[in-house]
C-alpha cells in the first residue's frame, strides 16, 4: 500500500465527491470512484505504481478499495458486475466483483475528518 500513499488525497477528495453524489442511494461502488478518477485522468497515475505487476490496472484498483478501510470508509458487500470497465489502456468487458461502499453519518464524518487533517499536504 505505501507505494498508493502518494494518491491518497486524491483518491480521499474522489470518496468525498461519492458521498456528495450517491447521498440519497446511501451507497456507491468500486467503479464510479475509479471512473472518476479516470474522467479526472488520475486513474492512470495510480496505475502506473503498480508498472511492475502482472496486471496493474487490476492491482492499483485493488489498492484503491484497500485505502478506503485507510480512509474510514466501510465496506457493504462484494458483488458481481457486468458493467464496462474503462481503463486508460481502453475498455475490459466481461463480469467482474465490484465493492459496495457505505454511505452514512459515520463514513461520512470520517471522510470529512480526513481531509482535514490532510488538507494542506
Known sequence: MARLDVHL?????AVKVMHTTYTSQRWFDGHALTNHLDD???LA???ACYA???DPQMTGDQQIG???YKLGQEKIDTVISDRRITTPDGDRNGRCAVTRWVISAQTTKAIDDWLARHRHR
Not at 9 to 13: P, S
Open 66 to 68: 484497500k485505502s478506503l
Open 45 to 47: 497515475e495510480i496505475h
Open 9 to 13: 488525497l486524491t483518491i480521499a477528495k
Open 52 to 54: 511492475d505487476a502482472s
Open 40 to 42: 479526472n485522468d488520475e
